[in-house]
């Protein structure tokens, strides 16, 4: 099983739609959490993090299930410029990441 | 405005040769930074963990003598990809925590990465 696994997607969405990706991380000990933002041929971009209380940052929404060792990240009113590729990042003693989900929003 | 700079961020080289790669933090000292490939449609892989004044940390299958890494000062870290072969051409990322880097809770800016074509 994969340290950390995600949906490859591609999730193509017209605007304004919302969406949600999930990951799903196998060390019961990790210790925190991220979602990047991949652009193509770009470094990644931290996101946000993610707590077991939730957190919102605008049209983002993340949530961490520690029970479930189960993260996602709900995105609200899609906007063409969401369009990139979405990491899910766990840190146990080093940060694993995920193969990444790809985003395209359409008009 | 970026906090990690790495250079360069192309590099076109022959078989057989060097190519060293800069990754330098630039308003805070980071005491470890790590250092990345992603092959396409893939997710980072983390090479190995540059620390300080010693040794790096390499991960499983790394081979440490093919990259070389140096931190010299806290705010440079250097990869150098030694004889260099076509199946090394990848995207190398570098990255340092902002905060302390024991904290599990410090999020890491990566630097704008090195896309690297051995031919």
């Known amino acids: 099983r994969k340290e950390v696994e995600q949906d490859p997607g591609p999730f193509n969405v017209p605007e304004g739609a919302t969406v949600a990706f999930n990951c799903t991380y196998s060390?019961?000990?990790?210790?925190?959490f991220f979602w990047y933002r991949q652009d193509c041929r770009k470094e990644p971009k931290l996101l946000m993090s993610?707590?077991?209380s939730g957190n919102e940052d605008g049209r983002f929404t993340a949530q961490l299930n520690r029970a479930s060792q189960y993260i996602s990240l709900l995105i609200r009113d899609s906007k063409l410029s969401d369009s990139a590729t979405y990491l899910c990042?766990?840190?146990?003693?080093?940060?694993?990441f995920g193969t990444g989900t790809r985003l395209q929003v359409f008009p | 405005g970026a906090v990690v700079s790495q250079h360069p961020s192309r590099v076109i080289c022959k078989s057989g040769t060097s190519v060293k790669i800069e990754c330098r933090s630039l308003d805070f000292q980071a005491t470890t930074m790590f250092w990345y490939r992603q092959f396409p449609k893939k997710s980072l892989m983390l090479m190995a963990t540059?620390?300080?004044?010693?040794?790096?940390?390499?991960e499983q299958g790394v081979e440490k003598d093919k990259f070389l890494i140096n931190h010299a000062s806290l705010t440079l870290s250097t990869l150098t990809v030694t004889s260099a072969h076509p199946e090394d051409s990848s995207f190398y990322i570098c990255?340092?925590?902002?905060?302390?880097?024991?904290?599990?809770?410090?999020?890491?800016?990566f630097g704008n990465g090195t896309r690297l074509t051995v031919t």
């Open positions: 993610v707590y077991s």
């Open positions: 060390n019961s000990a990790s210790q925190s």
């Open positions: 990042v766990v840190n146990t003693d080093k940060l694993i």
């Open positions: 540059s620390n300080e004044g010693s040794k790096a940390t390499y």
């Open positions: 990255s340092a925590s902002g905060g302390d880097p024991s904290s599990y809770n410090s999020p890491l800016h």
